[in-house]
């Protein structure tokens, strides 16, 4: 998936299980 995130900055809430972990490692593989 490329959303043209590379070089950013994200704050995910509640990464550690879920829909929110699913959301930070999409985000971790697209460099940001």
Do not use: H, T, W
């Amino acid at each position: 998936m490329d959303l043209g995130l590379e070089g950013k900055y994200a704050l995910v809430m509640g990464g550690s299980r879920g829909i929110g972990k699913a959301i930070a490692l999409d985000l971790a593989r697209e460099g940001v």
